[in-house]
Nanobody, 119 residues
Framework: QVQLVESGGGSVQAGGSLRLSCSAS????????MAWFRQAPGKEREFVAS????????YYADSVKGRLSISRDKLGNTVYLQMNLLKPDDTAVYFC????????????WGQGTQVTVSS
């Protein structure tokens, strides 16, 4: 089985930074893309950022452009979300997701990590 584990969440004041990590474990798998989503209390889960595994193209939600950045390590084992200039509206549980080869959408999800931004 494939597992994704997020880490790096925490509490920070507005304007601060955090870096989230997402590590894959278990059976090796081929992926089309990796992404970060978030879900704030009382709201639906929303897309934050993604990276195409072949070529490395990245995509961002308008609300995070210029502040959050998705990247991966050279071996491709870990995906990061660098979060700068954080705002209270960024408070949410952040989830890592993978779209495996052959899947039509993101089909592997992590458990999530809490990010809290205070004003």
């Amino acid at each position: 089985q494939v597992q994704l584990v997020e880490s790096g969440g925490g509490s920070v004041q507005a304007g601060g930074s955090l870096r989230l990590s997402c590590s894959a474990s278990g059976r090796p798998f081929s992926r089309v893309a990796m992404a970060w989503f978030r879900q704030a209390p009382g709201k639906e889960r929303e897309f934050v950022a993604s990276m195409r595994w072949s070529g490395g193209s990245t995509y961002y939600a308008d609300s995070v452009k210029g502040r959050l950045s998705i990247s991966r390590d050279k071996l491709g084992n870990t995906v990061y979300l660098q979060m700068n200039l954080l705002k209270p509206d960024d408070t949410a549980v952040y989830f890592c997701a993978a779209q495996r080869q052959g899947a039509s959408s993101y089909d592997v999800w992590g458990q999530g990590t809490q990010v809290t931004v205070s004003s």
